[in-house]
């Protein structure tokens, strides 16, 4: 079953939250509500109802391949589109999709801190 906007942007709030040492808000605009791990952005919920996207963190050749398959999601809005993609409702976005790319995000984000900065493991 596809994930329609709203649902899309709640399970990405969902499982950002549920992740160890995750903190979120508005730094760049009211419309954006942003989280991070330790200051690192990776994932970006766009709370303009015209507009129900959540944007990524993810690996290039995975970021291809998700763009590929499917029509809903494109190379990251607002940020470098090599290394992020958007999400957005449509067929094949599923809850357990966006929670994955959630979750992958984070991951991509926490592997690269320092040793002592990372939150404890999930």
Known sequence: MSAA???LQDVARRAALALPGVSHGYPFTPALDVYKVVGKVFLIVTDDPD???VTVK???EHGRAHV???ASITP???LDKRHWISLGPGPGITERLVTDAVE???D???ERLPGRDRP???
């Open 5 to 7: 906007g709203d649902r």
């Open 51 to 53: 507009e129900q996207i």
């Open 58 to 60: 993810c690996e290039p």
């Open 68 to 70: 590929h398959a499917h």
């Open 76 to 78: 990251g809005r607002y």
């Open 104 to 106: 992958d995000s984070y």
């Open 108 to 110: 991509l984000v926490v």
């Open 120 to 122: 404890r493991a999930r």
